[in-house]
């Protein structure tokens, strides 16, 4: 902990949503929801006008649409989130040169670093405000939410405070204050599982984890969480924002004498599986956001599939459901001899140094999960016609697909149907990936 609030953290609101929004005008202020099309995948994002119908992300598609039969469920735009992602970094690059993305909408930033006259509270708030502001600008109008504070876990906490669109900055020496009577899940690493064994503790806030003896937390938790939530209840977090960051993951994989070829045995692994990622996870304080696949057919041809949730999770269950629906893509019918399970993006919020693996975390594979290659017109795709120029998708089905034409710079356009495969309709193409 320092003695100065020059720990910044920026988290973009409902970002994949908000980019869909800006790219498509007649969505604004409606429920949009990003993932969970087709029934089978999981909820990555949705828009705060969808939140308020209990839409989360990790929901399943089917529960989704249940909650919020009238959204625009979406299936994502990775290389217009990629884009928006490195305009907002680089503006914060030109605050310090200290930056540490967690993700594309989120990100810590040194002050300490900045070129700042002083580190103040009233001279953090304003670079903080300026921020926000820049940040508005080069994206088109989306919003950030900011915390500032002394530390990571602080300034992390902060900026969950003020959503959407808002700003905390925690004056140096309030930290306890702020933290005693908050809930133990905001402590980033509390999953469900470890909440749940401290609550049977009898122990909720950290006003009552910071009463625990380290040794009793160690017994109940397991030496790296226990000890560093035995730190984090005293707001004690050394760790520096760091300009590279590893990537970690957790990933168990199996293989099989004989291939597998009944799709309910592979989805009983894959669950097994998941159990126990997440509780590996657990075990050692960490969650993560990107759930990966891996499966290895007959041939020895090696699948990867990826799916990466807004949120970071720990729960096994969560893992398992969307491990199943990126199984459900895969044509497994010659066989398959290894399947395994990963989540990467860990958010190591206890220790550093538990994992010596790295992932293979593959953004090309993000983009063939959202953008299925079997469905020629995915939902919200980018679409451009030779007389009505460009809009997105907007359904399709029965040789039909219907279009609203509009983008960022339009007003809210006009809503055509065209057959499947009309030659003056084409799939605007993401630039090529580099
Ligand atoms: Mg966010």
Known sequence: MRSTASVLHLDLDAFFAAVEQRDKPSLRGKPVIVGGTGGRGVVATASYEARTFGVGSAMSGREARARCPHAAFLSGRFHAYR?????????????????????LDEAFVDLAAADLPDLEVSTVTAAGERLRQRVHEVTGGLTATVGIASSKFLAKVASELDKPDGMTVVPPGTELTLLRPMK???IPGVGPATAERLRRAGIHTIAELEAVEEDELVRLLGQAQGHGLWQLARARDPRPVLAERETKSISVEGTYDTDLNDRRVMEGLLARQARDVGARMRKNGFSGRTVTIKVRLHDFTTLNRSSTLSSPTDDGTTIARIARSLLADLDTTGGVRLLGVGVSGLADWVQEDLFGSTPEEDEAEEVRLLEPPRRTWPPGADVVHDEMGQGWVWGSGSGVVTVRFETAETPPGPVRSFRDDDPALRRLEPPAED
Not at 83 to 103: D, K, Q
């Open 83 to 103: 884009e928006t992602s490195a305009w907002v970094m680089e503006v914060l690059r030109e605050l310090s040169p200290l930056v540490e993305p967690l993700s």
């Open 184 to 186: 133990v899940t905001v």
